[in-house]
């Protein structure tokens, strides 16, 4: 597991929300999965929380139902992130 996350670290550093609006989402995401599979929970939401402040494919329904976050669904801060914007 340390080898996916190095990897998904590496194309978050080559490819960093603040260079592509785009793709750079996508890869953050990756890296979240990843920590969230590993059982890095803490380390998921940090990526996670930098994706909420932003528009992304990440909205709240896309975290709820990727399966690599189903380990989260029962955290606070995760059911927080995935409730989307407070009206």
Request: aromatic residues 6%.
């Given at each position: ?10 194309a978050v ?17 990756v890296l ?9 929970a803490d ?45």
């Amino acid at each position: 597991m340390a080898e996916a996350i190095s990897a998904a670290q590496r194309a978050v550093q080559l490819l960093p929300l603040s260079r592509d609006q785009v793709d750079g989402p996508l890869y953050e995401g990756v890296l979240a999965q990843v920590h969230a599979v590993s059982g890095n929970a803490d380390s998921a939401l940090v990526h996670l929380e930098k994706l909420a402040r932003i528009p992304s494919f990440w909205s709240g329904a896309a975290m709820q139902s990727a399966p690599a976050f189903a380990s989260l669904r029962s955290d606070p801060r995760f059911q927080r992130l995935s409730s989307g914007p407070k009206q």
